[in-house]
Antibody, heavy 119, light 108 residues
Framework: QLQLQESGPGLVKPSETLSLTCSVSGGPISGSRHYWGWIRQAPGKGLEWIGNMYYSGTRYYNPSLKSRVTISVDMSRNEVSLNLDSLTAADTAIYYC????????????WGQGTAVIVS | EIVLTQSPDTLSLSPGERATLSCRASQSVSSSYLAWYQQKPGQAPRLLITGTSNRATGIPDRFSGGGSGTDFTLTISRVEPEDFALYYCQQYGSSQYSFGQGTKLDIK
């Protein structure tokens, strides 16, 4: 049974780059057919999909964030990473990593989320 | 980009009543790729329904989904106290995902 655990800096300054890590336990990323995704939720707001990555390297990003986002996988560390550039206060949110199977494209497994404040 | 609009924003019901939540898409969505989630305060979302009508593992059968094209529904046949929460629909198409803005189910 896979488990996901996000980690990050908590507080970042405007214009800086956010780097978050999702540690995967319970199985290797390299042997998985999951898509690895990031979703965020601003305070009091709904869910916003950021992007997905298949372990083979295929990436899909939300067009509204595409110019600032990079998702990558480190199979040696069994981690999925999110980098988000040029931060503003609008990027303040809880950031979740989650998995989806390509056959259903629904996020079946979520981490507990990590809060990020841009200030 | 497919925009999902959920209605109502808030649904106030008493335990035991039937809840019907709506999700309308700005263009047609494949029934295979319409999902529903439940979120409680301070928790990550929980997957309820995949492929419009398939309950995820461990989801009680009082939850059901239906619809096609641009109109989808989540029904809770008899609302239990633990069902009062936020509900989101989500679609996938053309390598993109999007969520509705959510419906809050609260106690009347």
């Amino acid at each position: 049974q896979l488990q996901l655990q996000e980690s990050g800096p908590g507080l970042v300054k405007p214009s800086e780059t956010l780097s978050l890590t999702c540690s995967v336990s319970g199985g290797p990323i390299s042997g998985s057919r999951h898509y690895w995704g990031w979703i965020r939720q601003a305070p009091g707001k709904g869910l916003e999909w950021i992007g997905n990555m298949y372990y083979s390297g295929t990436r899909y990003y939300n067009p509204s964030l595409k110019s600032r986002v990079t998702i990558s996988v480190d199979m040696s560390r069994n981690e999925v990473s999110l980098n988000l550039d040029s931060l503003t206060a609008a990027d303040t949110a809880i950031y979740y990593c989650a998995t989806t199977w390509p056959s259903v494209h629904a996020f079946d497994l979520w981490g507990q989320g990590t809060a990020v404040i841009v200030s | 980009e497919i925009v999902l609009t959920q209605s109502p924003d808030t649904l106030s019901l008493s335990p035991g009543e039937r809840a019907t939540l709506s999700c309308r898409a700005s263009q047609s969505v494949s029934s295979s790729y319409l999902a529903w989630y439940q979120q409680k305060p301070g928790q990550a979302p929980r997957l309820l329904i995949t492929g419009t009508s398939n309950r995820a593992t461990g989801i009680p059968d009082r939850f059901s989904g239906g619809g096609s094209g641009t109109d989808f529904t989540l029904t809770i046949s008899r609302v239990e106290p633990e069902d009062f929460a936020l509900y989101y629909c989500q679609q996938y198409g053309s390598s993109q995902y999007s969520f509705g803005q959510g419906t809050k189910l609260d106690i009347k």
